[in-house]
């Protein structure tokens, strides 16, 4: 089991930039795949982007791809969300999780572990 802590959330106008960070525990970091989900209210949750183990693979949602970059650090058990050109529309909670797929994994059903959360809000 992994357990899974996500920050960096806030408040930002559209075009602006935010970095989300999320750090594993209870597991060996550089043998699991990691993931980034996203659920706005009213909506379900959804597949943002996922990192192989290695950090050589990697998969972005249509939605996001050009203006989010997700990458990890394994020395600090961290994974991260880089998102750029945010719009309003990418206001959401986010979530990180952990896979132990040896491919890049995109469904939610693909992951066991789970983050709490963090709240992203971006203002038009």
């Known amino acids: 089991q992994v357990q899974l802590v996500e920050s960096g959330g806030g408040l930002v106008q559209a075009g602006g930039s935010l970095r989300l960070s999320c750090t594993a525990s209870?597991?060996?970091?550089?043998?699991?795949?990691m993931g980034w989900f996203r659920q706005a209210p009213g909506k379900e949750r959804e597949f943002v982007a996922s990192?192989?183990?290695?950090?050589?693979?990697?998969y972005y949602a249509d939605s996001v791809k050009g203006r989010f970059t997700i990458s990890r650090d394994n020395a600090k058990n961290t994974v991260y969300l880089q998102m750029n050109t945010l719009k309003p529309e990418d206001t959401a909670v986010y979530y990180c999780?952990?896979?132990?797929?040896?491919?890049?994994?995109?469904?939610?059903?693909?992951?066991?572990?789970w983050g709490q959360g963090t709240q992203v809000t971006v203002s038009s």
């Open positions: 990192i192989s183990w290695s950090g050589q693979g990697t």
């Open positions: 999780a952990a896979s132990s797929a040896v491919f890049v994994p995109i469904t939610i059903d693909d992951y066991r572990d």
């Open positions: 209870g597991r060996t970091f550089s043998s699991i795949a």
